[in-house]
């Protein structure tokens, strides 16, 4: 079983539709990332969080360390909003600092 | 603003030809990262370095190695390039202070290995 799980693996909606990508994490976590990948691979990071909530234009992300759950929304969506979103989240043990592991991204295709 | 450069976005070589893939960042990130990113598999960790001339294996390490002789720059090597190690080469760095810090990553090389 992958450590960390995402939900849908592809989504198609139409523009202006409320959008909501989820992730589940089976470990022990300090930060829970969101980034994002346009085609042609650069990845950009959206979120970084601990606990709680952030929003940052039409984007909102939650996390219930509890539930070890993470959610993604896009609200009023919008096709340049397609793409691929990815949650990696940072293990909470005394390894090496950093190392994130990734979910196999949810492919987000908004059509006009 | 962070900025992670890598020295190329597409790369053809032959099998058997060794490779050389360059990143660079400007923010003085104590932290440097390689990963292969593979349809269906997500993102793999291949190195890591936490340091200068400092590296520890990843997820994935077999048929690479690293360099890191300044601060700035962290190269992947594949000293003999295989078919199966055509893939996305991403490159990531982040500060080391605190539990954990933000990584940031370049724009990708899109490796074919013929």
């Known amino acids: 079983k992958n450590e960390v799980e995402q939900s849908p693996q592809n989504l198609t909606a139409q523009e202006g539709e409320f959008i909501t990508i989820n992730c589940s994490y089976s470990?022990?976590?300090?930060?829970l990332h969101w980034l994002q990948q346009h085609p042609g691979g650069g990845i950009v990071s959206l979120f970084m969080l601990s606990s709680g909530k952030k929003k940052h234009g039409r984007l909102i992300a939650t996390i219930n360390i509890q539930e070890k759950h993470s959610s993604l929304h896009i609200t009023a969506s919008h096709p340049r909003d397609s793409a691929v979103y990815i949650c990696a989240v940072a293990r909470n043990y005394g390894g090496s600092q950093g190392n994130l592991i990734f979910g196999k991204g949810t492919k987000l295709s908004v059509k006009p | 603003d962070v900025k992670v450069t890598q020295s190329s976005r597409y790369l053809v070589k032959r099998t058997g030809e060794k490779v050389f893939l360059e990143c660079v960042q400007d923010m003085d990130h104590e932290n440097m990262f390689w990963y292969r990113q593979d349809p269906g598999l997500g993102l793999r960790l291949i190195y890591f370095s936490y340091d200068v001339k400092m590296k520890e294996k990843g997820d994935i390490p077999e048929g690479y190695s690293v360099s890191r002789e300044k601060k700035e720059r962290f190269s992947l090597i594949l000293e003999s390039a295989s078919t199966n190690q055509t893939s996305m080469y991403l490159c990531?760095?982040?500060?080391?202070?605190?539990?954990?810090?933000?990584?940031?990553f370049g724009p990708g090389t899109r490796l074919t290995v013929l």
């Open positions: 470990v022990g976590i300090s930060a």
């Open positions: 990531a760095s982040s500060f080391s202070r605190g539990e954990y810090n933000e990584q940031f």
